[in-house]
């Protein structure tokens, strides 16, 4: 599960930190561990959503965070979101690991033999994801 | 030289037999979240089942008889390892519905007073005025926590809490907090992040001397210490078996006769009645009063075989071993640089729960390692966040012990976490 990949993440986090301007600011807690993350989104003009986070909590939920900054910062919410329900598949052994959609969170795929870690590596996609919508930024189609 | 033949002891516990991950034995160290069972408490349920089974306080078959014999026999073995009466002693499905029970006495008798219904003789004490206050302490699991919280919120009642020192004791320099407005102290016999171990004779005098009641919760105290309540001057009890070798899905509450007569019931239903009509209904006596429905027999059976069980060890000789394994514990933690315990350092009042932080590592991650080496210990706030906030952490390790533990359980431990530091480089 500690894939040398993930402990970059976890030593040097990408994107940490908050932006002062924003849409929407969700906290999301896993309250069996004392994860936690502070992320917020804004809407760009070509469609696409900024996120910044501040978070703590164990090595896979901040280097999920991390990746999660690389992958979905200023996508627009359906490739975003495609990215989150990948994610979730992959960890609940549904669908094999796409780079393409995950970039580094393949490297999560090991979490995926830990059930009690899989809500650490969703934790800050989830956060995301309330985020943009409370934001209004998910299209009715 | 143990003071427990922990060998012998470990051949009754069928678990302890098997690998886990990496084919590694099972240092089984979170017996504060769940004790695991001797084969003389699996033989116990599963003979009433295989020989007994019935729906206890119902039908006039022999099995009934049986069964509801069973039942009650194990009341009374189970009150009097407290030193209580069987009359005393409420089955509830776990401790953290024992203390609903006692916040719901207060809740309904409040508001059927309200209402003017019929209340058993002596249920004003149970009645909550706005103002009226409820005192809590800062260490206390979310169990003792929440369902205070509640009660002040729909009655007008105040919650207060005891704080903590910096050591993780309470702190009663603000002996206001004991007031006329008091109507129950709820505290913890021991906390199950900390380790502490309360002053509870200091507790009862304050507490009796502004007449309130006390609450005592003993979840992490009556499987590891001698208890008893003739002498230990509180007003209710609450404790589950799953902690104390006992079954999962059983708890108990015991009270003061002359209280459990004055209260409400909790929930209701069938087996807690007198006289039912479809204009109302008449209760039955404690504590079949707050024993609604069905009642968990097998467990009742269950929980009395692991009494027998301690009751054989000595409680005082089952507290002498944690001791040992606490004292060295505190050291092997105390040797390795970067580590903070949470909870006092000294071994005085101090129980078997040790829990701490390791400088640049989270307790996930530091779980996860100590579990790939057959490790079982508990990560997280440990249902207590406020005493996380209290000592400015997010989560903390636990390592709890219990009969089957020993020396080098401890000295697994603290390598495991040596291992740990190396694998991420703190």
Request: charged share 20%; net charge negative.
């Amino acid at each position: 599960m500690y894939q040398e990949i993930i402990l970059d993440h976890y030593k040097r986090p990408h994107g940490k930190g908050l932006n002062e301007e924003f849409q929407a600011e969700v906290h999301h807690v896993n309250p069996t561990c004392g994860d936690e993350i502070t992320l917020r989104v804004s809407g760009n003009e070509d469609g696409t959503i900024s996120v910044s986070y501040d978070n703590q909590g164990c090595s896979i939920s901040q280097a999920s965070a991390s990746i999660m900054f690389d992958q979905i910062n200023n996508l627009n919410f359906e490739h975003g979101e495609k990215a989150v329900e990948h994610l979730v598949a992959m960890l609940q052994r549904t669908q094999d690991p796409n780079e393409d959609v995950l970039g580094d969170g393949i490297a999560l795929v090991g979490v995926a033999q830990y059930p009690a870690r899989v809500k650490c590596a969703l934790l800050p996609w989830m956060a995301w994801k309330d985020a943009a919508i409370q934001a209004g930024m998910k299209k009715e189609r | 030289m143990s003071v427990l033949d922990v060998a012998s002891i470990r051949a009754d516990f069928p678990i302890l037999k098997r690998t886990v991950r990496n084919d590694r034995r099972l240092v089984y160290l979170d017996s504060g979240a769940t004790s695991q069972k001797p084969y003389q408490v699996l033989d116990a349920e599963r003979d009433f089942y295989e020989n007994h089974n019935a729906a206890v306080h119902r039908g006039a078959h022999l099995l009934a008889e049986e069964a509801t014999d069973a039942f009650e026999h194990s009341r009374s073995n189970i009150a009097n390892f407290i030193g209580a009466n069987a009359d005393d002693l409420v089955f509830t499905k776990n401790a953290t519905e024992a203390i609903n029970l006692v916040s719901y006495a207060f809740l309904n008798a409040t508001l059927k007073s309200q209402h003017k219904k019929d209340l058993p003789a002596g249920s004003e004490r149970f009645i909550l005025k706005v103002g009226d206050e409820i005192l809590v302490t800062e260490m206390e699991h979310h169990a003792n926590l929440v369902p205070w919280q509640e009660l002040c919120d729909k009655t007008g009642a105040v919650l207060r809490w005891i704080g903590l020192t910096d050591e993780g004791r309470l702190d009663l320099s603000d002996d206001s907090l004991f007031n006329e407005r008091t109507r129950i102290v709820a505290l913890t016999h021991q906390s199950n992040l900390l380790g502490t171990v309360n002053d509870i004779p200091a507790i009862v005098k304050l507490a009796r001397a502004v007449d309130s009641l006390i609450l005592l919760d003993a979840c992490q105290s009556v499987p590891h210490m001698s208890i008893d309540v003739s002498t230990l001057g509180v007003d209710f009890l609450t404790w589950s078996g799953h902690k104390m070798l006992g079954p999962l899905g059983i708890g108990c509450l015991w009270g003061r006769a002359e209280l459990l007569a004055a209260m409400p019931p909790f929930i209701t239903g069938g087996s807690m009645i007198e006289v039912v009509s479809m204009a109302g209904t008449t209760f039955a006596a404690p504590p079949k009063r707050f024993e609604a429905g069905v009642p968990m027999a097998a467990q009742a059976v269950g929980l009395s075989a692991a009494v027998d069980y301690l009751r054989a060890l000595g409680m005082d000789k089952v507290a002498a071993h944690e001791h040992e394994m606490t004292k060295a514990t505190i050291a092997g933690l105390q040797s390795i640089p970067g580590i903070r315990i949470i909870g006092p350092e000294d071994l005085v009042d101090r129980g078997s729960a040790v829990s701490f932080v390791v400088d640049g590592l989270h307790p996930h991650d530091v779980g996860q390692v100590l579990d790939e080496n057959g490790i079982a210990v508990r990560v997280g706030q440990h249902c207590a966040k406020p005493v996380c906030s209290r000592y400015g952490i997010s989560a903390a390790t636990r390592a709890t012990y219990y009969i089957y533990n020993d020396l080098d359980d401890v000295s697994a431990l603290i390598e495991g976490i040596h291992t740990t530091k190396k694998f991420f480089g703190v």
